[in-house]
């Protein structure tokens, strides 16, 4: 959670730093602020040493009035080895084309603000071959409407956070992760690969969907497929995509983070593939059309707040389960270090961390029964479910087989 408030801090620093970039138009170091409208290509020899910056128009392929190509410039040949990266702009760019190579040089990608809340930009189309964008490139570009991304592209953080008319985005096959806050905040955004079966379609290729990634996207609507390489479902993800109503797993799933799907206010059907080990706290907290769930027989653990304001009231556990209770989550081992950190559920270093419940009326003569539920205890699925949701929605599951 540190690195993710360390993010949203950045993002807001990003923002403002844009805002107060506006207020000094006129100033000839604010490129946003000329009425000339070109793209700036910083050029950047073999070893990333920076040479020198060259104009070319935001599409660079159409032609000029002349007929001779869109450049604002005619830049003398680049040395060999040398690539561009597009790291500003000037004017008011309508339709952006990024293209892998101009002026016979490659076009590595976009550096991180280039384009931070330019309100004139509609399109962006980055061609294949085109390897990055950097942080927040297109953060708060408030009119972009569509979007189209080559397979070779990795994005860093916020690339379209805060896009709010993004409404249309086509990610090419061969794309592995979408990156942290990519789309966060795109509350239009209705298509993905969009065909004639569905408006969600995301590429077979992902192997990570970075946390907040869709966060707030709450115009997707139907059915969530989530492909076979992905095996983790990071915090918040999808939280507050209001319009989701399904979800499907192609692969195996083993986590599903905190916060994941909290808030899917449309969310009905969600089946847990039997990989999943891990669900973390509020991870369907505020589903307010999910009725049941039932849990894999592979699951271990159930974070605190799990349902919290959900509508669920079946919770089917594994048979031959009981579960520990904790008022924390336990230490787990770091494979960083030669030493085993790890602290299991019902070991004597976990008793002290036992949460105060009692399925037992005879407490006296049976203190065992602090903080642990035996398996006959759980074959309710709608005592469970509200034991989730009310008595024991602050506590930390541990699943354990007896």
């Known amino acids: 959670m540190g690195q993710i408030r360390q993010y949203d801090m950045k993002l807001k620093f990003l923002a403002g730093a ?42 660079p392929s ?46 590595r990608g976009v550096g991180e603000q280039a384009f931070i809340q330019c309100r004139s930009l509609k399109s962006v189309v980055i061609e294949e071959g085109v390897q ?8 708060f570009c408030v009119n972009i409407a569509t979007v189209s991304l080559p397979s070779t592209l990795d994005t860093s953080f916020s690339t379209f956070a805060d896009c709010t008319s993004l409404e249309s985005v086509e990610i090419a ?16 955004l209705a298509q993905i690969n969009a065909d004639e079966s569905s408006d969600i379609n995301l590429p077979s290729t992902l192997t990570a969907i970075e946390p907040y990634a869709f966060y707030d996207c709450d115009a997707l609507t139907g059915e969530l497929v989530i492909p076979a390489g992905v095996t983790e479902i990071t915090a918040i993800s999808f939280g507050s995509c ?23 206010a449309a969310l009905t059907d969600i089946t847990l593939p039997d990989t999943v080990t891990s669900i973390g706290d509020g991870a369907f907290s505020y589903c307010l059309s999910l009725k049941s769930l ?7 653990f159930v974070g605190a707040s799990a349902f919290e304001g959900s509508a669920v009231t079946s919770v089917a556990v594994p048979a031959g389960k009981g579960v520990f209770l904790y008022t924390e989550e336990l230490p787990s081992d770091d494979p960083q270090t030669e030493e085993d950190e790890s602290v299991l559920p019902g070991s004597d270093e976990a008793e002290d961390k036992l949460f105060e419940f009692y399925y037992s ?8 029964a602090k903080g642990r539920i035996p398996s006959y205890e759980l074959t309710d699925a709608e005592k469970v479910a509200a034991w989730f949701k009310a008595t024991l929605m602050e506590a930390y599951w541990y699943f354990v087989a007896v």
């Open 361 to 368: 009326e005879d407490v006296e003569n049976d203190p065992s």
């Open 18 to 59: 844009a805002a107060a970039a506006l207020l000094l138009c006129g100033l000839p170091a604010i490129s946003g602020c000329a009425q000339e409208t070109y793209i700036e290509y910083t050029l950047y020899s073999s070893s990333g040493e920076e040479l020198r910056t060259d104009n070319f128009a935001e599409d």
């Open 62 to 107: 159409a032609p000029s009035e002349d007929g001779e190509g869109a450049a604002s410039s005619a830049p003398e040949a680049a040395p060999e080895g040398a690539y561009y990266m597009i790291t500003g702009y000037s004017g008011s760019p309508v339709n952006l084309v990024v293209p892998a190579e101009v002026n016979g040089t490659e076009v």
């Open 132 to 139: 990055t964008t950097g942080g927040a490139a297109f953060a």
């Open 294 to 300: 039932t849990l894999p027989a592979s699951i271990t």
């Open 242 to 264: 209001e319009g989701i109503e399904k979800v499907t797993f192609l692969g195996d799933i083993t986590e599903v983070g905190y916060a994941a799907f909290g808030g899917c």
């Open 173 to 188: 096959e061969g794309v592995t992760a979408i990156g942290d806050r990519d789309f966060y905040g795109c509350a239009a």
